[in-house]
């Protein structure tokens, strides 16, 4: 099944923003930075939107 270029983009954009850490950010979100601390199961509840 293939995936839709638009679902892959948001996708991307949820995981760089919300998911993954980033050493130049103190291993910070960019999300956390900006000060939305979300909670696992608010991160996966995002994940599943997308």
């Known amino acids: 099944m293939a995936v ?3 679902l892959a ?3 991307g954009f949820v ?3 919300f998911v993954r850490l980033h050493c130049a950010l103190n291993s910070l979100t960019p ?3 900006a000060g939305l601390n979300l909670s696992a199961r608010s991160k996966h509840k995002l994940l599943f939107v997308v």
């Open 4 to 6: 839709r270029p638009e």
């Open 15 to 17: 995981v760089y923003n």
């Open 31 to 33: 999300a956390q930075v």
């Open 9 to 11: 983009e948001k996708l």
